[in-house]
C-alpha cells in the first residue's frame, strides 16, 4: 500500500501546492508594480550597508539549512512557543490523521 502517496499526491519530487502558491504570490507582486520599489530598496541596502547585505547573501545561498537559537527567536520578537507551535500542530495532526484519532 502506498499510503504517503495515497494521502498526499502532491509531494514528492516537488510540492505542487506550495510552488503553485509562489507563483501565484510572484505574478501578483509583478502585477502590482512593487519590482521597482523592491528593487530600489535592495539596491540603497547595498550601499548603505554592503557588508551586511554580502552576509545576508551568503546565508541566503546556504538556504534553510538550520534551526535558529532561542536568542536569536527571541531577539526577533518571538517567542519560542510561536516559532514552535505550527510544526507541533502539523505533528499532531499527522499522528491524528495516520491513528484515526480526532
Same mark, same amino acid.
Given at each position: 500500500?502506498?499510503?504517503?502517496?495515497?494521502?498526499?499526491?502532491?509531494? #514528492?519530487? #516537488?510540492?505542487? &501546492?506550495?510552488?503553485?502558491? =509562489?507563483?501565484?504570490?510572484?505574478?501578483?507582486?509583478?502585477?502590482? #508594480?512593487?519590482?521597482?520599489?523592491? !528593487?530600489?530598496?535592495?539596491?540603497? =541596502?547595498?550601499?548603505?550597508?554592503?557588508? $551586511?547585505?554580502?552576509?545576508?547573501?551568503?546565508?541566503?545561498?546556504? #538556504?534553510? $539549512?538550520?534551526?535558529?537559537?532561542?536568542?536569536? &527567536?527571541?531577539?526577533?520578537?518571538?517567542?519560542?512557543?510561536?516559532? &514552535?507551535?505550527?510544526?507541533?500542530?502539523?505533528?499532531? $495532526?499527522?499522528?491524528? !490523521?495516520?491513528?484515526?484519532?480526532?
Amino acid at each position: 500500500m502506498r499510503m504517503s502517496q495515497d494521502k498526499d499526491p502532491n509531494q #514528492g519530487e #516537488g510540492d505542487r &501546492i506550495s510552488a503553485r502558491r =509562489y507563483d501565484s504570490n510572484v505574478r501578483e507582486f509583478v502585477a502590482e #508594480g512593487r519590482v521597482p520599489d523592491a !528593487a530600489k530598496d535592495a539596491r540603497d =541596502y547595498v550601499d548603505r550597508d554592503p557588508e $551586511g547585505a554580502a552576509k545576508a547573501e551568503t546565508t541566503a545561498k546556504r #538556504g534553510p $539549512g538550520r534551526w535558529a537559537s532561542v536568542d536569536e &527567536i527571541v531577539a526577533k520578537g518571538h517567542s519560542v512557543i510561536d516559532r &514552535i507551535k505550527p510544526a507541533v500542530e502539523r505533528a499532531v $495532526g499527522n499522528l491524528r !490523521a495516520r491513528f484515526g484519532k480526532k
